[in-house]
């Protein structure tokens, strides 16, 4: 792994939800992107009120750590929205909102500002045959399903929904002529989610998936249910599908709940990992649904 350095170039607002931050100079020159739709990244943001003192740790071989005596940077996961290796760019969109340390730090952001990130990983991964794939997300994916349209050949058929706060955070996507896009108002924290919901509607119990790849990216814990959906009651086989959460409600104060659970429990939810009985998505469904009782 490695912890590149870079600087912020420009500063765009997409919406009045949303902003694109265009990262450049420093290490960048030697980032690798993987060219996957929604490839993401680990970003390193500033541990205190100097924007411009950024306090970066170092790559290990399981990961990264902090140096003895620094200060630890806080850390978020992002996905790339677009990268330009001939000129060393990357684009990041941020939702802006009033409290956390990306959204509170991407709404300030200037030229000059610094960032710490990793190397990406990508995880849509539609198979080769496949002639629709449906893109489900709320606010948070919205940027890794504008770059995976950009990347959907003109041959494949493309439904796309859209979680978003209001009208006002609607945004043009790729243009694409096998392409038809809903946008839906709600969830984002500020209301119920309805992404189960409206996977559901798009895949009602009986849909013929036979040459349909499935990619729903958005708030944590409204995907569980559609994890269990695609792969319990449509029984899709899971190179078919793909579910990714990206935010949970209170999530800055997850860890610190999972950390007071009972010693035993914790010891229950990490033996799920240890020696996974049978595929990993029905692990994570089983994972999932001991975290819902246990209101995490």
């Given amino acids: 792994m490695t912890i590149y350095r870079a600087t912020v170039s420009r500063v765009r607002p997409l919406t009045d939800t949303m902003v694109r931050i265009t990262?450049?100079?420093?290490?960048?020159?030697?980032?690798?992107?993987?060219?996957?739709g929604d490839e993401y990244v680990r970003l390193f943001f500033p541990h205190g009120p100097d924007r411009r003192e950024l306090s970066l740790p170092v790559a290990?071989?399981?990961?990264?750590?902090?140096?003895?005596?620094?200060?630890?940077?806080?850390?978020?996961?992002?996905?790339?929205?677009?990268?330009?290796?001939?000129?060393?760019?990357?684009?990041?969109?941020?939702?802006?909102?009033?409290?956390?340390?990306?959204?509170?730090?991407?709404?300030?952001?200037?030229?000059?500002?610094?960032?710490?990130?990793?190397?990406p990983t990508g995880l849509y991964a539609r198979p080769?045959?496949?002639?629709?794939?449906?893109?489900?997300?709320?606010?948070?994916?919205?940027?890794?399903?504008a770059r995976i349209l950009e990347n959907t050949p003109d041959s494949l058929t493309t439904r796309a929904i859209?979680?978003?706060?209001?009208?006002?955070?609607?945004?043009?996507?790729?243009?694409h002529p096998r392409t038809r896009v809903t946008w839906a108002h709600g969830g984002n924290g500020r209301t119920p989610s309805r992404l189960a919901d409206l996977v559901t509607a798009a895949l009602p119990p009986g849909t013929d998936l036979t040459d349909t790849y499935v990619w729903v990216a958005g708030e944590t814990t409204a995907l569980r249910s559609v994890r269990k959906h695609l792969r319990r009651t449509l029984e899709l086989p899971t190179d078919r599908f793909k579910v990714v959460g990206y935010w949970a409600?209170?999530?800055?104060?997850?860890?610190?709940?999972?950390?007071?659970?009972?010693?035993?429990?914790?010891?229950?939810?990490?033996?799920?990992?240890?020696?996974?009985?049978?595929?990993?998505?029905?692990?994570?469904?089983?994972?999932?649904?001991?975290?819902?009782?246990?209101?995490?």
Wanted: proline share 9%; glycine share 12%; net charge negative.
């Fill in 249 to 296: 409600p209170g999530g800055d104060s997850w860890s610190e709940r999972y950390e007071a659970l009972p010693e035993g429990v914790k010891a229950e939810l990490a033996a799920l990992w240890e020696n996974p009985e049978g595929d990993l998505e029905d692990v994570t469904i089983t994972y999932e649904e001991r975290l819902s009782g246990l209101g995490l």
């Fill in 128 to 145: 080769e045959g496949v002639t629709r794939q449906i893109l489900v997300s709320d606010l948070t994916g919205l940027p890794a399903l």
């Fill in 23 to 36: 990262l450049t100079g420093g290490d960048l020159p030697g980032f690798v992107s993987t060219g996957v």
């Fill in 162 to 175: 859209v979680e978003v706060p209001d009208e006002r955070s609607v945004q043009p996507l790729p243009a």
């Fill in 60 to 119: 290990t071989d399981t990961g990264w750590e902090t140096p003895e005596g620094r200060p630890t940077a806080p850390m978020r996961t992002y996905t790339i929205r677009a990268a330009r290796p001939e000129s060393a760019e990357i684009d990041i969109d941020f939702v802006l909102h009033d409290h956390g340390v990306a959204g509170g730090w991407a709404a300030a952001a200037r030229p000059g500002d610094p960032l710490g990130l990793n190397d």
